[in-house]
């Protein structure tokens, strides 16, 4: 027998390998395949026919099929081509590795900087800002000490990156030492591959047998993240250098400053930045580049405009993903027309109802598509929220020829259709008005957008849904317990997971021996024991994620790590929600034109009218004090608002969710959130600002507080620490005066946070 028989030959039938036999093979099968994999993507001609691959790799499915708990983290199914990401070492950034907002029309751009001057309460016009092309490729962090590169990572999730330092070291634009460069150096920017060289690679991985890449994007994240580095050498990849992270002494003063220094270094950088004076030429420099873009070599996507002075980028700083000094004004995205060939409904964790249009399978921008939003049911129809005809009124119907499009990463979405192609006895669609699921009604509430399914914990799309936003990575995130465990165990006859709590009695139900899970299908001895020790490792969980992974509505990361710092305490939260129940009801049912009027108000910026409004919704309707002020405490709280408060309201106030809350919580250790910068003057304090502020904004000043660790309130009362009060304070000022609270001036603030 030959090598290569031996390799691909299934000695023994699926059906009688015994668990050992079985995790063995997966074993052998993942190397081999893995080896062919490599092969077939790099330099070498492939190892193995194309049959022998495929049937490889149906082997292995069948297995892990009658194995499921033996699958491995290296699995060749979960493997497209390329090597599973699994195989990188993590490296966690010192600085974490943003995104960036997005602007796609002229007037998005005048916002941005209007928003930025009023942030730093100064006269937008005096602002000078960067623009460069935004390159299509993926983003990379290379870490230098003493001028050595000594680490390379992707941005992963922004925090956690994969660690590529063999791959980087392979490619000619990054250099691998540098002279008179900071201690610590972080520089970032985008690894690429141009156009010809794409070409190239395509030709030669076709002459060899192999699948070409969509696009020059997937041909260089598939050649930097390759296990083996000699196949990454083989690849023309390229970087620009466009941003830094950690650093140990400043590159320069202004951005312009500081990539003229990464030049100087060596590093390549775009040719095409540009320092503009006002947004006219920021648009301006868009433009050209818009022009110029077919013949640039390489592909981008529109261009990122960057505010100059890096102390006003260091002002500035960042909403929870996207800086606020940046911004990417994207180039219009590609189009083609499709046949819409089905509406889906899925049905997410809060109930809500989504219709997905499933298309002809049709080529966008480099990338096939055949599914793409509808957003919800006015949508279809050809309205937006408002009521008002978008698409000039015109609706989708199923057999339709419509128009798809991608911005960015972004999921498809529908532009247009051709009424002239309507096939004849295309119907308009009725939405359903019953969860395809459970059949409960779906009801969609008045100024809403979106049905929902009112079935809740009966509702098993529901249940599944949230169970896996329970387990997810940002959530519990519990190893050996993903979305297929959880769809597997929901519908388990004997040690069934209809709920979070259930996660956790896991073991306790399934009885000291182990006896149910370990003789099932798929799992053993070992296997079972992994599990209740990686759910035992989750017993005790920090506030913020445990509330996050609860997955009520409006309630996503930063909304639940606001409140698990605000509140501290689990009890006190559920407290707080039951507390401000009858004020949650009396502000909903505020009527709607007082909603309208409100929301009238929210979009002219007419703050204090929100304020009032909710003042009188809660007054009118004679709910308790403590009630009111229970409310008032909850949609204070920086970043929640009344949206967050009544969703988290109701669904403590609603008895099954609850019950079932409470019974995790009775089955958890919840920690409280370190409180951030402890060693700050301001941590823990509550402080309010009043009067004039004349050297930031008030956003800006209630920004920087919070990021040291205090609370900002509206109002002076018992509990408030602290008074910055600037010129023109009135009321305020003689409260905390009466109060006795300590009060400082602007410049008083500034000492106090100086050097923080
Ligand atoms: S600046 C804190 N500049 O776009 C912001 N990003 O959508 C740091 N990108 O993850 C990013 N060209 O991968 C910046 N000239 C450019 C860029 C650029 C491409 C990518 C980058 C980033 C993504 C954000």
């Given at each position: 027998m030959t090598d290569h028989q031996a390799k691909t030959q299934a000695t023994t039938a699926v059906e009688d390998l015994t668990e050992g036999e079985a995790r063995a093979e997966l074993a052998r099968l993942a190397e081999v395949l893995a080896a062919a994999n490599a092969a077939y993507h790099g330099a070498d001609a492939p190892e193995i026919s194309d049959a022998d691959f495929d049937a490889l790799k149906r082997r292995n499915a069948a297995i892990e099929a009658r194995f499921p708990a033996l699958k491995r983290a290296d699995s060749p199914s979960d493997q497209v081509g390329a090597v599973a990401a699994e195989g990188f070492g993590k490296i966690t950034h010192v600085v974490r590795m943003l995104s960036l907002g997005n602007a796609f029309e002229d007037q998005d751009v005048a916002d941005f900087a209007t928003q930025i001057g009023k942030f730093l309460g100064q006269d937008a016009r005096a602002i000078r800002f960067t623009a460069e092309p935004k390159i299509d490729g993926l983003s990379l962090s290379l870490r230098y000490e003493q001028g050595r590169l000594v680490q390379a990572a992707t941005r992963g999730d922004g925090e956690v990156g994969e660690n590529v330092t063999a791959n980087a070291l392979t490619i000619a634009d990054i250099p691998q030492q540098l002279t008179d460069a900071p201690e610590v150096l972080e520089v970032r920017g985008e690894v690429y591959m141009s156009h010809t060289d794409f070409e190239t690679l395509n030709q030669r991985q076709a002459e060899r047998g192999g699948k070409p890449f969509a696009n020059p994007r997937n041909a260089a994240a598939g050649s930097l993240r390759q296990l083996n580095a000699e196949i990454t050498r083989d690849r023309p990849l390229r970087f620009f250098a466009y941003a830094w992270g950690d650093l140990s002494t400043p590159l320069a003063e202004t951005q312009m400053g500081a990539i003229n220094r990464l030049a100087d270094l060596g590093f390549q950088t775009n040719p095409l930045t540009k320092l503009c004076n006002s947004t006219a030429e920021l648009i301006d420099h868009y433009r050209s580049i818009e022009q110029q873009r077919a013949g640039l070599g390489y592909d981008i996507d529109g261009v990122v405009y960057k505010v100059d002075d890096l102390d006003l980028q260091a002002r500035l700083g960042f909403r929870s993903t996207t800086p606020r000094w940046a911004i990417a004004h994207k180039f219009p995205a590609e189009l083609a027309w499709t046949r819409l060939e089905a509406i889906d409904i899925q049905v997410g964790r809060t109930g809500a109802l989504s219709p997905v249009a499933r298309l002809a399978p049709v080529t966008v921008g480099g990338v096939v598509v055949s599914n793409a939003t509808l957003h919800n049911e006015d949508y279809i129809r050809g309205r937006d929220s408002k009521g008002e005809q978008i698409r000039d009124g015109k609706d989708f119907r199923i057999g339709d020829w419509v128009q798809v499009y991608r911005a960015g990463d972004v999921i498809p979405k529908l532009a247009d259709v051709d009424l002239t192609k309507r096939p004849e006895d295309a119907a308009p669609y009725e939405f359903p008005e019953a969860c395809p699921i459970c059949q409960s009604p779906a009801i969609r509430e008045e100024g809403d957008a979106v049905r929902y399914c009112t079935?809740?914990?009966?509702?098993a799309a529901q249940a599944v849904e949230k169970l896996k936003h329970f387990v997810a990575r940002k959530a519990f995130d519990i190893e050996g317990l993903g979305a297929k465990q959880i769809e597997m165990f929901y519908n388990?006859?004997?040690?069934?997971?209809?709920?979070?709590?259930d996660i956790f009695s896991l073991q306790v139900r399934d009885g000291e021996t182990l006896a149910r899970l370990k003789n099932r299908d798929g799992w053993g001895e070992q296997s079972a024991g992994n599990l209740f020790q990686a759910i035992e490792e989750k017993r005790t969980i920090p506030f913020g994620k445990m509330l996050f992974a609860l997955g009520i509505r409006h309630v996503g990361e930063t909304a639940a790590k606001d409140l698990a710092l605000h509140f501290l305490e689990w009890d006190k939260l559920a407290e707080t929600a039951d507390r401000a129940r009858p004020a949650a009801l009396a502000f909903r049912q505020a009527d709607l034109a007082e909603e309208e009027e409100r929301l009238a108000a929210k979009t002219a910026g007419r703050r204090a009218k929100i304020k009032e409004t909710r003042d009188l919704a809660i007054t009118d309707c004679e709910v308790p004090a403590n009630a009111a002020a229970a409310w008032e405490d909850l949609i204070a709280i920086d970043g929640i608002g009344a949206t967050v408060g009544l969703s988290l309201t109701d669904a403590f106030a609603n008895p099954e969710e609850r019950a079932a809350i409470d019974r995790l919580v009775a089955s958890l250790t919840i920690i409280p959130p370190e409180a951030p910068s402890a060693e700050s003057p301001v941590a823990g304090k509550t402080v309010v600002f009043t009067g004039?502020?004349?050297?930031?904004s008030r956003d800006e000043a209630k920004a920087t507080a919070e990021k040291l660790g205090a609370k900002v309130a509206g109002s002076v009362s018992?509990?408030?620490?602290?008074l910055v009060a600037g010129p023109g304070a009135g009321s305020k000022a003689k409260k905390a005066a009466d109060l006795g609270i300590e009060t400082i001036d602007e410049d008083g603030w500034l000492e106090l946070i100086a050097g923080l």
């Open positions: 079935g809740g914990m009966i509702c388990d006859a004997v040690l069934p997971i209809r709920e979070p709590a004039k502020l004349e050297k930031m018992k509990k408030t620490d602290l």
